[in-house]
């Protein structure tokens, strides 16, 4: 599976982005898919994930109410629309993938497959 983010960019504080990322392969609809991102001198952190099924997603406190994570197994594509964004969203967001797990994960080591990342800046 290879995955490719876009959609980052330079926003203003209170502003919104939408993440997208691009999926390749058959068994995408099969797979747990996560957003994570990392800021500089941060280790990188769980954001947003939702299950195969798009029966459940699961959100960190920080972005909870703010970002929504969506997909669209037709296109092979996850989503994640960012609303509200503040200075401490500024980060590489990375896009991520499972098939090891049936339910949402915030555990980097549960995801086997990563895109390359995009980059999401926030002026104040």
């Known amino acids: 599976v290879q995955l490719v983010e876009s959609g980052g960019g330079l926003v203003q504080a209170g502003g919104s982005l939408r993440l997208s990322c691009a999926a390749s392969g058959r068994t995408f609809s099969t797979y747990v898919m996560g957003w994570f991102r990392q800021a500089p001198g941060k280790e990188r952190e769980f954001v947003a994930g939702i299950r195969s099924d798009s029966g459940r997603t699961y959100y960190a406190d920080s972005v909870k109410d703010r970002f929504t994570i969506s997909r669209d197994n037709a296109k092979n594509m996850v989503y994640l629309q960012m609303n509200s964004l503040k200075s401490v969203d500024a980060a590489v967001y990375y896009c991520?993938?499972?098939?090891?797990?049936?339910?949402?994960?915030?555990?980097?080591?549960?995801?086997?497959?990563w895109g390359q990342g995009t980059q999401v800046t926030v002026s104040s």
């Open positions: 991520a993938a499972s098939s090891r797990i049936f339910s949402v994960s915030k555990r980097e080591l549960d995801y086997e497959y």
